[in-house]
């Protein structure tokens, strides 16, 4: 199935063999991509199952589809990242959210630690979560997965470290650490399947923001010998992290 034939609809939306797209989506297939009748395209849950379905009518906005089959996407991966970032400037999380989603991760913590520069007025927070929702949404879409990661926060430092006993291992990327790597943290924690990365905001960490984090169980790695800008760190990393634990790449 083309990439562009995959849609996300609510799960709501799908009622024993029947699924009704609405809105945005229901525009794209019908405006966009001319789709008529007769023609195949995939429905994701956003759970992770694929549907191939027949559409059966268009209307201006409605589009409505017998499914034909479910099964489980593949393309998913075994590993749990979370990805807990500090706010950066401007629309820098926009392009992190992207990739690190077309990478496969599977949520995102947004935290607002001391050194964050960007202001957010709190009437913007939840336009801000649904735009970043909306990238790894069509992040997802478009690569093939079925699953499409959570964006929570925002999160002061202290919240984030009660969120750090929930998985198996939490990385904080820490300039200041010059020996652990990840693939050491990483292979000292062998069978991992829930990991949380950590990474900070452009002015960096504090370092009691880092002692906290490791009192709450988590191990500083560094990223190699440059200091890299947090977008690079977070995309980098969790492409890493994903090379040591998936057996694919
Ligand atoms: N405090 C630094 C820059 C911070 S870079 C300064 O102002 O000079 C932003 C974030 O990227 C850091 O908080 C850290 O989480 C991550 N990072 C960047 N380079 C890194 C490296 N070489 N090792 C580990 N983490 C790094």
């Known amino acids: 199935m083309p990439n562009h034939r995959r849609f996300f609809i609510d799960p709501n939306n799908i009622d024993g063999s029947d699924a009704l797209i609405t809105g945005e989506t229901a525009r794209q297939i019908t405006k966009v991509l001319r789709l008529k009748e007769g023609d195949v395209i995939c429905l994701l849950d956003g759970l992770g199952n694929e549907h191939s379905a027949l559409i059966t009518s268009t209307s201006k906005d409605h589009v409505a589809a017998r499914i034909l089959g479910a099964n489980t996407c593949s393309r ?46 709190e009437t913007k927070v939840a336009e801000r ?73 452009e002015g960096g960490l504090t370092e009691s923001e880092v002692e906290s984090a490791k009192s709450a169980g988590a191990v500083c790695v560094t990223l190699g010998r440059r200091i890299l800008r947090a977008e690079t760190a977070a995309i980098a990393a969790c492409a890493a992290i994903l090379y040591e634990l998936e057996g694919e790449l």
């Open 76 to 121: 998913e991966l075994e590993t749990e990242l979370t990805l807990a970032i500090c706010l950066p400037k401007s629309d820098k999380l926009d392009l992190i959210v992207q990739k690190c989603s077309e990478l496969g991760i599977s949520r995102y913590v947004i935290v607002n630690s001391e050194r964050v520069i960007a202001k957010l007025d």
């Open 129 to 201: 979560l649904a735009r970043w929702r909306k990238i790894a949404c069509e992040a997802v879409e478009q690569c093939g997965g079925a699953r499409v990661p959570e964006v929570n926060g925002i999160l002061s430092f202290s919240a984030l470290t009660t969120e750090i006993a929930k998985n198996d291992i939490a990385l904080v990327a820490w300039e200041e650490e010059k020996s652990v790597g990840l693939k050491k943290a990483l292979n000292a924690n062998a069978g991992a399947k829930s990991v949380m990365l950590i990474v900070g905001p």
